[in-house]
């Protein structure tokens, strides 16, 4: 079954502390590995698409990265305005394009 | 260019009443999804659409019907309503270029 898990479920940072979030996927025949930031009371905002392994992709303070198994985003140096819920999501091959979504991973950063 | 609207922003409904969830999309995909987000479960999947006329089930459908008449629109109704279906619910749809885009979202109580 595909399935997505992300890790930690929240993570408190200062500012400027860099940290990673992790996403791990098990899904048949990957098509795109999905990065979206969600703020309270909002729809998901899309950050990154990632499709093999190896490739890495980067705005501004935030990289993600992709393996066979996971992927990363790394956040340097990050500010209270990086602080909102971070969702991962698969997107398997077939006809519906359909994405899996993780939990999320909560994060503030406090000034 | 509004992306994708969903209407209403928040509802109470009473346990048995209907309602229908509305969702208009301007850029002419293809492609249409309604998921519902519980906290600490993530994004799931209720209805998906891959052009007008046609749509299928996701992960959770049960106690949910979809139509798709035009390319614009996917609305989302509710039968019946019952606690259970209190959630937060998107509308999204799939471009070539940046993934999903989805809508702001429709709170939804049922008391």
């Known amino acids: 079954e595909d399935q997505v898990t992300q890790s930690p479920e929240a993570l408190r940072l200062q500012e400027g502390e860099s940290s990673s979030l992790n996403c791990s996927y098990t899904?048949?025949?990957?098509?795109?590995l999905f990065w979206y930031r969600q703020d309270p009371g909002k729809g998901p905002e899309f950050l990154f698409t990632l499709y093999s392994a190896g490739e890495e992709k980067e705005k501004e303070r935030l990289k993600a990265t992709l393996t066979k198994k996971e992927s990363f985003l790394h956040i340097t140096a990050p500010k209270p305005e990086d602080s909102a819920t971070y969702l991962c999501?698969?997107?398997?091959?077939?006809?519906?394009?359909?994405?899996?979504f993780g939990t999320g991973t909560l994060l503030a950063v406090q000034p | 260019n509004a992306g994708v609207t969903q209407t209403p922003k928040f509802r109470i409904l009473k346990i048995g009443q209907s309602m229908t969830l509305q969702c208009t999309q301007d850029?002419?995909?293809?492609?249409m999804y309604w998921y519902r987000q519980d906290p600490g479960m993530g994004l799931k999947l209720i209805y998906y659409s891959v052009g007008a006329g046609i749509t299928d089930k996701g992960e959770v459908p049960n106690g949910y019907n979809v139509s798709r008449s035009t390319t614009e629109d996917f609305p989302l109704r509710l039968e019946l309503a019952a606690p259970s279906q209190t959630s937060v619910y998107f509308c999204?749809?799939?471009?070539?270029?940046?993934?999903?885009?989805f809508g702001s979202g429709t709170r939804l109580t049922v008391v």
């Open positions: 850029m002419n995909h293809n492609y």
């Open positions: 899904v048949s025949g990957l098509r795109g």
């Open positions: 999501a698969s997107q398997a091959g077939g006809a519906t394009n359909k994405l899996i």
């Open positions: 999204a749809s799939l471009g070539e270029v940046y993934g999903y885009t």
